[in-house]
């Protein structure tokens, strides 16, 4: 028996292990930590779950979303979620809350450059997710909040859905009471947005 078991062991340790599935890490604040939902699974990064397996697609998704975060939140926070993780994608979703703070545009910018970096050091491509908000800091404020992400998209030569809410920030059957949350209704429209830019990144 001892020698039988002996065997086994140097038997199993020359079977490869079963590589783990790719992962895909969203890394975004309350729009996709689904903030304001009964339950998580009606989220977007939980439907984008389903729909990668719908569609014969083997990746893992990690939603490392935290409602409330900023960019400055997020570089911080990012390093560790890479070296953790190995994420071959990165859905990249901040920037809101540093607008609706009023937050220096340049240190945005900077972020979300910096997070597109280390996410590409590590071996990551980016799929950066823009935002736009309300003028209440005035038009100049609110239009160049709108460009960062598409200036820093064309600099680091990162896919960008320009305007994650598209088609749902203004139709209020599809919104939360705040005005800033898409709510069960919206989450697959969220998706929509979204999967049109991941879609190409993706490997079967």
């Known amino acids: 028996m001892k020698r039988l078991f ?26 996709s930590a689904g903030y ?8 977007w990064v939980e439907l984008l779950r389903t729909k990668l397996k719908q569609e014969g697609y083997g990746y893992q998704v990690i939603n490392a979303s935290v409602s409330g975060e900023t ?7 990012l390093p560790r979620a890479l070296s953790l993780h190995h994420p071959q994608i990165v859905i990249l979703e901040l920037g809101g809350n540093d607008g609706l703070r009023a ?9 979300l450059r910096n997070m597109i970096e280390l996410s590409a050091a590590s071996g990551a491509r980016t799929l950066l997710l823009g935002m736009r908000i309300p003028p209440n800091y005035g038009p100049d404020y609110t239009e160049q909040f709108r460009a960062v992400f598409v200036d820093v998209a064309r600099d680091k030569k990162t896919p960008v859905v320009p305007f994650l809410l598209a088609d749902i920030a203004l139709t209020p059957a599809l919104m939360q009471a705040d005005g800033i949350h898409a709510n069960e209704q919206g989450q697959p429209k969220l998706l929509d947005n ?11």
Do not use: C, Y
């Not at 304001?36 to 989220?43: M, R, S, T």
């Not at 960019?71 to 926070?77: I, K, V």
């Not at 979204?194 to 079967?204: F, I, Q, T």
């Open 103 to 111: 937050l220096p545009l340049d240190q945005m910018r900077d972020n």
């Open 36 to 43: 304001g939902l009964a339950h998580v699974e009606q989220g």
């Open 194 to 204: 979204v999967w049109p830019a991941l879609k190409p990144l993706l490997r079967r």
């Open 71 to 77: 960019t400055a939140g997020g570089l911080a926070r």
């Open 6 to 31: 002996v065997l086994w062991v140097l038997m199993a340790a020359t079977i490869p292990a079963r590589a783990e599935m790719p992962a895909i890490l969203v890394f975004g604040d309350s729009l």
